[in-house]
């Protein structure tokens, strides 16, 4: 199998996992929640600076489904973290192979200027 359809099929399962399998996550809170809430100190939480974006809670503003919402947001998230993780990975391909070249220049430089003194 070739390496783009490898990366093609991996992408379309992690989107329909995101965007399908969220339709069926549980609508329960989350172990954190739940145990602030048999212990009793669910009503000390504090909102998270980012609880008014777009996606907050796992979720989508403005669509009033709640598991279309859940899929959008985690198709997003994929998509999102996708983009993120292929620009660091690009960025640290270039900076390793300029990284290499400089190191490969420096030796045949070493290599010319021993060869010379012979």
């Known amino acids: 199998m070739k390496q783009r ?3 093609a099929l991996g ?3 992690c989107l329909l996992l995101a965007g399908v ?3 069926y996550a549980s609508a329960h809170p989350d172990g954190l929640e739940h145990v602030a809430e048999q212990t ?3 009503d000390t939480a504090e909102d998270s600076a980012t609880a ?3 996606l907050a809670d796992y979720s989508t503003r403005g669509v009033e489904d709640a598991r279309l919402s859940g899929g959008i947001a985690g198709v997003v998230g994929v998509v999102v973290m996708l983009l993120l993780s292929a620009g660091l990975f690009w ?3 270039r900076r390793g192979d300029s990284v290499n070249t400089a190191d490969e220049a420096e030796a045949e430089a070493a290599r010319t200027h021993t060869d010379s003194r012979t």
């Open 5 to 7: 359809t490898f990366l």
């Open 11 to 13: 992408l379309l399962v």
């Open 21 to 23: 399998a969220s339709y």
């Open 40 to 42: 009793g100190f669910i």
């Open 52 to 54: 008014d974006s777009p």
């Open 91 to 93: 960025g640290l391909r």
